[in-house]
């Protein structure tokens, strides 16, 4: 179903009608064509321009413990977005003004703002570049490495899904701090774009090499801090060459999103004792607070060259699920996000 210029009476929106089991599959989420009832006293309409598509979009999917509610079935399917107000009756909220924050996988939402903040954009920002590296991202790289991971001068962090959204940006504020940077990602091209495009000294292809017995000519003397996002195989070699004092904040565990059955971790508790290692697992959420201090430093450093990103952009909101399956495949290169609307960046 293609997805028409948004009006003020209907929507188009993707709803979780059975959780899924394993990967997403069709009938999992249903795109409906809906009405939109007219605006209360209080609420906007915005126009939803683009969508970001995130690992913890399939959690939110599962019925099962988590930092948020799971999705209720037959409910709107719960996403980041960015949009314009095309239609207001709240105070201080105008037509034209950009919103972001926590919303639907649709075309349009009539919201009193809750869980939304304007987004002013940087001079020289497209929209799809400040959100995809501003909304989300940029803060859980941000704090996750600064103030779990504590880089010091000299160190050496190895960053997983290092192509990725967050990934891209932790590298670069670990060599911003000095640190020696070695990414993991898949395939050849990613490789070369971050260590080419973006400065880490190395890069592991974990799909053509032995992560393990890289990481022993990388880095020969161990690892100090790990910023983790994948999990299984790749997270085990990298804690198993952690140093003494090691940190390892903890963003994700992607590789097991869709296992039918979860597997616990399963050992390396001796070492983390002896080693006498700092694992910490975060959520974003916890940040929310000191979003205009992440906000501040990364956009200084963009504006002075230091910092790079690159978003992966995909165009239809009919198409959103098929894209959010990539991520759990590793089909995406850099920030993924949804174009809902041709003119985004009008």
Known sequence: MATDAVTATERQVWRLRRRPVGEIRDGDLTLEREALPELADGQFLLKILYISLDPTNRIWMSDAEGYMPPVGLGEPMRALVAGRVVASRKPGVAEGQIYSGLGVLADAMITDGQGLNRLDLPKGLSLATAFGALGMVGPTAYFGLLDIGRPKAGETLVVSAASGGVGQVVGQIGKIKGCRV?????????????????????????????VGARLDALAPDGVDINFEQVGGAIMQAVVARLRRFGRMPLCGLISGYNDVEPADWPGKW???????????????????????????????WMAEGKLKTRQDVRDGLDRAVEHLNSLYTGGNFGKLLVRVSPDAEG
Request: with cysteine.
């Open 182 to 210: 070695i990414g993991i990602a898949g395939g050849p091209e990613k490789c070369r774009y971050i260590v080419d495009e973006l400065g880490f000294d190395a890069a592991i292809d974990y799909k053509n090499e032995d």
């Open 270 to 300: 001796g070492l983390v004792l002896m080693r006498r290692l700092t694992i910490q697992g975060f959520i974003i959420l916890d940040y929310v607070d000191r979003y205009p201090e992440a906000i501040r430093d990364l956009v200084g």
